[in-house]
């Protein structure tokens, strides 16, 4: 899916975090959404931040399947030098293990004339302000429902020796894993005009009449969802029963798409997770596999292109020798 969505405070936000990491950095917390651990997952800001300690949080867990959050937990604890964590961002003492988290991977930072530095990042909407509040104690950061919330770089002394650095949330300018693309925009982690509503519903139809087909069915009162017509008629279903429809009865999409979406960004659809971590690796091994065949295939143009350029030298060479004689 094409999304064309990576705001200038989104490349303010990549220099931030190269001073921050040039002045000194202890952890990297990483905000995750428990629904799409792997998708919410920056590549950029792991090579922004490599070799600092990370801290993975599964953020929004009370909205996702437990015994995949159990999974992807299992996944991110495996990879060396970091921890994994689940979290409702409004839960106060839940909150409260990121800090123990942080001290423990860097336990020889932390006091007052060794403060432990610490960035939290994460994509928009993640809930990263919430949690940044909530940690705090006070309102220290705006909330809100929409991406792109946070603009500029915040420093909070959560305790004392502990400084929390607040980043925007930020995307990364291409996606390669075209799944990732359509979870992504399905959270609401991507802003509401930079994709198209009706193709990301159908997408999410598809994975949940997949996964978990008994919410669809009980959400929406659906006698079947395997018929002819496949997402699109699934998607026409639900907009008949929200009542998404203009004159003369037909279904107008747009708004069965709004819908579904509203639903699932809720919770009301259930605890749901759109990804494993055994299909996110898969993904991303066809991802770098096309990439790959794409570059090969630049090269050989751009070969074959040299080639034609060098030959029509030599022509341009041969006339210019038979003109002399």
Not at 55 to 64: I, M, R, S, Y
Not at 126 to 148: F, M
Not at 305 to 310: C, G, H, L
Request: contains cysteine; charged residues 25%; glycine residues 10%.
């Amino acid at each position: 899916m094409p999304i064309n969505w990576f705001p200038g405070h989104m490349h303010a936000t990549a220099r931030a975090i190269k001073e921050r990491m040039a002045a000194g950095l202890d952890v990297v917390v990483e905000l995750l959404d428990a629904r799409l651990p792997g998708s919410s997952c920056n590549p950029l800001l792991a090579s922004l931040t490599a070799g600092r300690p990370s801290l993975k949080v599964l953020n929004k867990q009370d909205l996702a399947d437990p015994a995949q959050t159990a999974a992807w937990l299992d996944c991110y604890n495996a990879q060396p030098d970091t921890r994994a964590l689940p979290l409702d961002a409004g839960e106060r003492s839940p909150a409260r293990l990121i800090t123990r988290a942080c001290r423990e991977l860097a336990p020889c930072r932390g006091e007052l004339h060794k403060p432990l530095r610490v960035l939290i990042c994460g994509i928009p909407n993640v809930g990263k302000s919430t949690l940044i509040n909530t940690l705090a104690g006070k309102r220290a950061a705006k909330t809100g429902d929409e991406p792109g919330i946070t603009k500029t770089e915040q420093k909070i002394v959560l305790e004392p020796g502990f400084y929390l650095f607040d980043t925007p949330g930020m995307l990364w300018p291409r996606i390669a894993v075209a799944q990732s693309g359509y979870h992504l925009a399905a959270s609401g982690a991507i802003g509401r005009n930079a994709f198209d509503e009706a193709e990301v519903a159908l997408e999410l139809v598809a994975v949940l009449a997949r996964r978990y087909p008994e919410r669809l069915r009980q959400r929406y009162g659906l006698a079947e969802l395997g018929g002819p017509g496949g997402e699109e008629a699934v998607l026409e279903a639900i907009g008949l029963k929200r009542g998404a429809k203009v004159r003369g009865g037909a279904v107008q999409m747009h708004k069965a798409a709004e819908a579904l979406l509203m639903d699932f960004r809720q919770g009301l659809l259930g605890r749901i997770t759109l990804e494993t971590p055994e299909e996110m690796a898969g993904w991303r091994r066809a991802a770098a596999e096309d990439e790959a065949r794409q570059a090969a295939a630049r090269e050989a143009a751009r070969q074959a292109d040299k080639a034609r350029r060098s030959g029509r030298r030599r022509d341009d060479a041969a006339d210019a020798g038979d003109a002399g004689t």
